[in-house]
């Protein structure tokens, strides 16, 4: 997950270089520190220290680029911030606690951008509403919201966007992607509409009659996931989905009837 509080008002001076080996430690350190003090904007963590230094060094030694961000006007370097980049998803950002508003953050998102011109994507918990805006100050938009449940602490999150420097592409292959996965649930639901007609007219014969009640239950429990359009915008879209499910459903029972040899 991604996590990043700044307002990035002010500057420091570091250096960003690639991740090494003898990083992994102070990368785990890092991240068990700022999780701790993002309680209440994230879900508490759900690891030990160990089971997050064993994580990062499998990361580490994996395709993805981890790059650490060092303050080095002190005696010592100091670890300030980390990105995990594998793909074209940042998988982590993460600014260490006090080091925060000083233009690490945007600097670090401004690094990721020219090495993924084509644009990248991200997930940030929706309870996180500090990341949120510095996200969307910097350009991403958020295209899904999800219940948590495909992440390891089942709180709801965002799938945010950066397009690129030429986002109609991106954004195109991002409709395409959601698309395809609309066709394959409406598919499922159209498989759905069929079985359930049986238990509701006690026979073969067809469908039956709408229900206008529970189709009204039906849109009552999609609008909180779709605010943007409405209970009255889903009613129409929701009354198109039935009408054609029930006529793939009437068309199917045809056509087995009349592919069944007389007797």
């Known amino acids: 997950m991604v996590n990043e509080q700044s307002t990035d008002d002010g500057a420091v001076d570091f250096t960003l270089r690639p991740a090494e080996r003898d990083d992994v430690h102070a990368i785990a350190e890092l991240y068990v520190e700022t999780r701790q003090q993002?309680?209440?904007l994230m879900p508490p963590p759900i690891h030990s220290a160990a089971e997050d230094r064993e994580f990062f060094g499998r990361v580490i030694d994996?395709?993805?680029?981890?790059?650490?961000?060092?303050?080095?006007?002190g005696p010592q370097p100091v670890a300030v911030a980390f990105l995990v980049i594998e793909g074209d998803w940042l998988n982590s950002l993460y600014v260490r606690p006090?080091?925060?508003?000083?233009?690490?953050?945007?600097?670090?998102?401004?690094?990721?951008?020219?090495a993924r011109p084509g644009g990248f994507a991200l997930w940030v918990f929706e309870s996180n509403t500090a990341a949120r805006r510095f996200y969307e100050r910097h350009g991403l938009v958020a295209v899904r919201r999800t219940d948590g449940s495909g992440n390891e602490e089942r709180a709801p999150d965002l799938h945010?966007?950066?397009p690129g420097r030429d986002p109609i592409p991106a954004l195109?292959?991002?409709?395409?992607?959601?698309d395809r996965e609309l066709a394959r649930l409406l598919e499922i639901r159209s498989g759905l509409t069929a079985q359930v007609q049986p238990h509701k007219t006690g026979d073969l014969r067809g469908p039956a009659p709408r229900d206008p009640a529970r189709e009204a239950e039906i849109v009552a429990s999609?609008?909180?996931?779709?605010?943007?359009?409405?209970?009255?915008?889903?009613?129409v879209i929701m009354q198109a989905v039935i009408a054609e499910s029930l006529d793939a459903v009437e068309s199917e029972t045809n056509r087995e009837h009349h592919a069944k040899p007389s007797q």
Do not use: C
Request: glycine share 12%; charged share 20%.
């Open 62 to 73: 994996g395709p993805a680029e981890m790059w650490v961000a060092e303050e080095v006007n």
């Open 172 to 178: 195109r292959d991002a409709i395409d992607q959601v």
């Open 222 to 235: 999609m609008a909180p996931y779709a605010p943007r359009l409405g209970s009255g915008r889903l009613a």
């Open 98 to 114: 006090g080091w925060t508003s000083q233009g690490i953050g945007t600097a670090l998102l401004d690094f990721v951008k020219a």
């Open 38 to 40: 993002a309680i209440g």
């Open 160 to 162: 945010m966007l950066w």
